[in-house]
Nanobody, 122 residues
Framework: VQLQASGGGLVQAGGSLRLSCAASGRTLSTYGMGWFRQRPGKEREFVSA????????SYADSVEGRFTISRDNAKNTVYLQMNSLKPEDTAVYYCAARISGSYYNDAHYNYWGQGTQVTVSS
């Protein structure tokens, strides 16, 4: 499956962005999906995922209550709605698809999008 992330940009603190991750080649309904980010000078970190088997969603503590992951299987697209953005949310955001394994562990993801830059100004 090929993943194409989009929707990043420059936004002021307190603003919102919606990231999209469009898939081609395979239907996303057979994959667990996740969003990760890499902040400047830091390692890639887990942001959000829908748990395997549609049993729910999970968020990093730092984004809980502000970000929402969702998917539209008809459009073969996963979204990350980001509200109340903070300067510390500035990062390159990646979507990824996994066949199995832990949703919070990036090593368990099989396919990755190219990343989209989100910059939040203070």
């Amino acid at each position: 499956v090929q993943l194409q992330a989009s929707g990043g940009g420059l936004v002021q603190a307190g603003g919102s962005l919606r990231l999209s991750c469009a898939a081609s080649g395979r239907t996303l309904s057979t994959y667990g999906m996740g969003w990760f980010r890499q902040r400047p000078g830091k390692e890639r970190e887990f942001v959000s995922a829908d748990k395997w088997g549609g049993t729910g969603t999970s968020y990093a503590d730092s984004v809980e209550g502000r970000f929402t992951i969702s998917r539209d299987n008809a459009k073969n697209t996963v979204y990350l709605q980001m509200n109340s953005l903070k300067p510390e949310d500035t990062a390159v955001y990646y979507c990824a698809a996994r066949i199995s394994g832990s949703y919070y562990n990036d090593a368990h993801y099989n396919y990755w999008g190219q990343g989209t830059q989100v910059t939040v100004s203070s």
